[in-house]
Nanobody, 129 residues
Framework: EVQLVESGGGLVQPGKPLQLACETS????????ITWVRRAPGKGLEWVAT????????AIAESVKGRFTVSRNVAKTTLFLQMNTLKPEDTAVYYC??????????????????????WGQGTQVTVSS
């Protein structure tokens, strides 16, 4: 069974860091693009970052560039989204998703559940004092 499981969410103060994990199983995740998206309260899905199928290169959205980075474990089964200097506007449910194909241009279009092949259940991040 294909699974992506996010963890690490929680309540954090503005300016503090938080690291999310996306643990994959049931498929060869290193053959897929793994994308982080988020949904803020009352808003649509927003692209955050995508790790390419080599699990080395990552594209980061301008809205979080310089604050968010992505790393992986040696086994190439888990990706980590390191979020630094968090802001209240980063409050959202964060999802990781897998897809066979990906393009930067696609991330500018509305993201739906059809955009990716597999989804995790999401993890809530709340940035508040």
């Amino acid at each position: 069974e294909v699974q992506l499981v996010e963890s690490g969410g929680g309540l954090v103060q503005p300016g503090k860091p938080l690291q999310l994990a996306c643990e994959t199983s049931g498929f060869t995740a290193s053959n897929y693009y793994i994308t982080w998206v988020r949904r803020a309260p009352g808003k649509g899905l927003e692209w955050v970052a995508t790790t390419y199928t080599d699990w080395e290169r990552t594209a980061i959205a301008e809205s979080v560039k310089g604050r968010f980075t992505v790393s992986r474990n040696v086994a190439k089964t888990t990706l980590f989204l390191q979020m630094n200097t968090l802001k209240p506007e980063d409050t959202a449910v964060y999802y990781c998703a897998a897809s066979n194909t990906w393009s930067r241009a696609t991330m500018d279009a509305p993201i739906t559940t059809e955009t990716f092949d597999y989804w995790g259940q999401g993890t809530q991040v709340t940035v508040s004092s």
